[in-house]
């Protein structure tokens, strides 16, 4: 009888531990799946280049160029802190980015710069040029350089004032708009 009762909470207390395992399984699953674990491995600003458009015009005195584009900053809850991020430059390139086009690109913005990336949360910064504005003009080669099939593409770096060095950004292949 002893034996047999022995078993019988052995059985009971097996069977409680069992329930209160599967019990705690969704609720770890829950909490898994609810987002409450940040994945975003940006603890450094992660720079993008979006929105790049070229306007390539020619006349007697040179090639004039006019672009725009927008410098987007990423940094994830993860980070240690805010971080201030600086430009460098910018500069068009062929889409192989060996080859420089115009360098450095005299690129405006309204923002202030550096600018201050909190963690978890983007910051955009709009740029634009006009060659002819500033009273210049691009090589007459430019033009052919600007406008090739195979495309440009705006690279530069920023300077984060959680890392040391530069980091390099680089956007996707685009086409000037041409004469």
């Known amino acids: 009888m002893k ?6 909470a052995a059985t ?4 409680t531990a069992l329930a209160m395992m ?10 898994l799946t609810s987002g ?5 491995a940006a603890v450094f600003v992660e720079p993008s ?15 004039g160029l006019t672009a725009s584009f927008a410098l987007e900053l990423h940094l994830s809850a993860r980070a240690s802190g805010p971080s201030r991020v600086a430009v460098r430059t910018f500069a068009i390139t062929s889409a192989d980015q060996k080859t420089s086009i115009v360098e450095p690109l005299p690129v405006e913005t309204t923002a202030a710069l550096p600018v201050e990336v ?9 740029f634009t040029v006009d060659t002819g504005a500033q009273g210049g003009t691009l090589k007459a080669d430019a033009a052919a350089a600007l406008c090739a099939a195979e495309g440009i593409r705006i690279t530069g770096a920023i300077e984060d004032s959680l890392e040391d060095g530069a980091t390099p950004v680089a956007s996707a292949v685009f086409h000037a708009d041409c004469p």
Request: proline content about 6%.
């Open 36 to 40: 409450c674990i940040n994945t975003d």
């Open 49 to 63: 280049i979006a929105a790049p458009e070229a306007t390539v015009s020619s006349s007697a005195l040179g090639t």
């Open 118 to 126: 909190a963690p978890d949360s983007d910051v955009t910064v709009a």
């Open 22 to 31: 599967s019990n705690a399984a969704p609720a770890a699953l829950a909490m």
């Open 12 to 15: 009971t207390l097996a069977a």
């Open 3 to 8: 034996a047999r009762a022995r078993r019988s």
